[in-house]
């Protein structure tokens, strides 16, 4: 496409100025009055990498590498010169050895310091290996894998504490929590929703799939799709309990849904994806919906935040809106909320083909947009994160084939960035942008040490 060959040759003529050590990847802040004189201060991306099968991606302690599942395994990154992401490494033989083997429809993928955890298949498939991998990523050029584990079920998403595999165990009736020790291979621990209430079993099946897992210290955050967001203590993994619930219809209203396909696609409800903050006290929900049809009144779902500080009282602070569509249909242009990633005061955000924005959250309960951009008829996102001097985020064609994967990297908008009010338009070639670093833009030469401090996950 043309505007992909014009931002590799903009990557190109960028890579010279990049630096390779993490201190000298500054982040935006307060303070700070210089810019490097390689950092571009507009709001299009600063490189891209066309990638098959691209759908979700990590990135490293030091923000220098991203760890993109593809499909049909792994792909590592080098994110050094932002303006100029480049591949290092793929690995395909997932789980290769088994009778089943390899492993097929790989979407989910988690890191902590050098060790990767990879799981799938995340959808019902008629072959291939059911499992957890665990790759040591010391060596960027060479993933070793480390662990292997399979599993009698199908693995939509995962998270990993550098021991314990934390595993949505979507093929098994109660569609429950399953936590594996990498290091003996041995399922230790589960909980489902059943675990709380019998009463759900007569919740059909598909208005309760557990479709995401986050866990950060002794918490474990879970979100059940139209059954809720939930959190557990899993400090001893084997003896996990309920912490409280976050959000979720009651169950005597979902067992009364008489169409679970339809109230499945459509809000409210969709509980997607969920995830916290370094310190774990701000909690963010995702949604994932559409219109079922033409004529109904679905659409897509935006991300709502939480203060968690009192993980047993959850409480509301707002809510973030999903880009417009002149089709909210599954055929249509989806701009409903999917992955993204809370940290240092921000979420990074992606919308499908409503583009990726950044928000400022100083102020949760009044979430301030400071970028965002979109090209429905090219892109569509399926994560963003943070990385080192730039924010990264992945287009996907897992539900669009038009579209071209790929590995996108954007700039870090300032901490005084303006706030960006979302353009009316809903379809087609949207381009639109925030300032970037801007030409106030303050940035100090700080490691990525401070914001990656108790991260485990995104």
């Known amino acids: 496409m043309r505007r992909r060959t014009l931002l590799r040759s903009l990557g190109v003529a960028g890579a010279a100025g990049a630096v390779g050590s993490a201190a000298a990847h500054p982040l935006p802040t307060d303070d700070g009055d210089s810019t490097p004189a390689s950092t571009p201060t507009g709001g299009e991306p600063l490189g891209t990498l066309d990638l098959s099968g691209a759908r979700e991606l990590v990135t490293s302690p030091d923000g220098h590498t991203a760890y993109v ?21 793929e690995r395909t033989d997932l789980l290769a050895d ?6 097929q429809v790989v979407q989910d993928a988690a890191v902590v310091d050098d060790r990767l955890l990879v799981a799938g298949p995340a959808n019902p498939v008629d072959s ?12 960027r050029e060479h993933p070793a894998q480390v662990a292997a584990v399979e599993l009698d079920t199908r693995v939509h998403n995962c998270d990993f504490d550098g021991r314990y595999a934390y595993v949505t165990a979507n093929g098994r009736t109660d569609s429950p929590l399953v936590v594996v020790d990498t290091e003996t291979d041995d399922e230790v621990g589960s909980w489902s929703l059943l675990d709380a209430d019998e009463g759900w079993a007569a919740v059909h099946p598909a208005l309760r799939p557990l479709h995401d897992v986050t866990v950060r210290g002794d918490r474990a955050y879970l979100a059940y799709w139209d059954a809720g967001t939930w959190i557990l ?63 109904s009144d679905g659409g897509p779902s935006g991300i709502e935040l939480f203060d968690i500080s009192d993980p047993q009282s959850p409480e509301s602070l707002s809510t973030i809106d999903p880009p417009p569509t002149n ?21 990074y955000s992606a919308w499908y083909q409503g583009g990726v924005r950044v928000h400022d959250l100083r102020e949760p309960s009044e979430p ?39 590995v996108y990297t954007f700039p870090d908008p300032a901490a005084d960035a303006p706030a960006r009010t979302p353009t009316p338009t809903d379809g087609g070639l949207l381009g639109v942008t925030g300032d970037g670093f801007g030409i106030a833009g303050a940035l100090a030469a700080i490691g990525l040490g401070a914001w990656r401090l108790g991260r485990r996950r995104r």
């Open 233 to 295: 203590d899993v400090s001893d993994p084997a003896d996990i309990s309920l912490v409280s619930r976050v959000r979720g219809r009651d169950r005597e209203t979902l067992a009364a849904v008489s169409d679970p396909g339809t109230e499945r696609t459509e809000p409210p409800g969709n509980d997607h994806f969920v995830t916290v903050d370094e310190g774990a006290t701000l909690l963010a929900v995702g949604g994932e919906s559409w219109a079922a049809s033409e004529d």
């Open 69 to 89: 599942a593809t499909g049909d395994g792994i792909a590592v990154v080098d994110l050094v010169s932002p303006s100029a992401p480049r591949l290092l490494a």
């Open 327 to 347: 089709d909210p249909t599954r055929g249509g242009v989806l701009t409903t909320a999917h992955n993204f990633e809370l940290t240092g005061g921000r979420l």
């Open 368 to 406: 301030r947009q400071i970028f965002r951009w979109r090209d429905s008829e090219t892109t569509s996102f399926w994560t963003a994160q943070r990385a080192a001097g730039c924010f990264v985020a992945t287009s996907t064609a897992a539900l669009d084939d038009s579209v071209t994967p790929g």
């Open 98 to 103: 088994s009778p089943n083997g390899p492993m």
């Open 128 to 139: 291939g290996a059911h499992g957890v991998v665990v790759f040591d990523v010391s060596d």
